[in-house]
Nanobody, 126 residues
Framework: QLQLVESGGGLVQPGGSLRLSCAAS????????IGWFRQAPGKEREGVSC????????NYADSVKGRFTISRDNEKNTVYLQMNSLKPEDTAVYYC???????????????????WGQGTQVTVSS
């Protein structure tokens, strides 16, 4: 009965901002590892950011470092990805992912995660 539902995507101009949300049901996100990935047409799915709440460790891809921020609201059981200073190369379908074990680290590697959402489209264009 686990579901991860992404929302908040859309069309924005370069330099703009979006906040993506990932609402979880059937699974409590606190103490679990959360990741955000993205996939552009014709490209492999790549890791964007991840977070381990138990350790406070976060990781970001070099391409988004300083522009994106991952966070959680445990009361709402929701994970967020704040995206600022967006660039056309950020255009992709963005997915949230969960590893449902308590870990003190996180990695931007697909096999690490065992639950995935369906994705939300982000388009950055003038």
């Amino acid at each position: 009965q686990l579901q991860l539902v992404e929302s908040g995507g859309g069309l924005v101009q370069p330099g703009g901002s979006l906040r993506l949300s990932c609402a979880a049901s059937g699974l409590t996100l606190d103490y679990y590892v959360i990741g955000w990935f993205r996939q552009a047409p014709g490209k492999e799915r790549e890791g964007v950011s991840c977070s381990s709440s138990s350790s406070g460790i976060t990781n970001y891809a070099d391409s988004v470092k300083g522009r994106f921020t991952i966070s959680r609201d445990n009361e709402k059981n929701t994970v967020y990805l704040q995206m600022n200073s967006l660039k056309p190369e950020d255009t992709a379908v963005y997915y949230c992912a969960v590893r449902s074990t308590r870990m003190n680290m996180c990695v931007l590697h697909r096999p690490f995660y065992n639950y995935w959402g369906q994705g939300t489209q982000v388009t950055v264009s003038s």
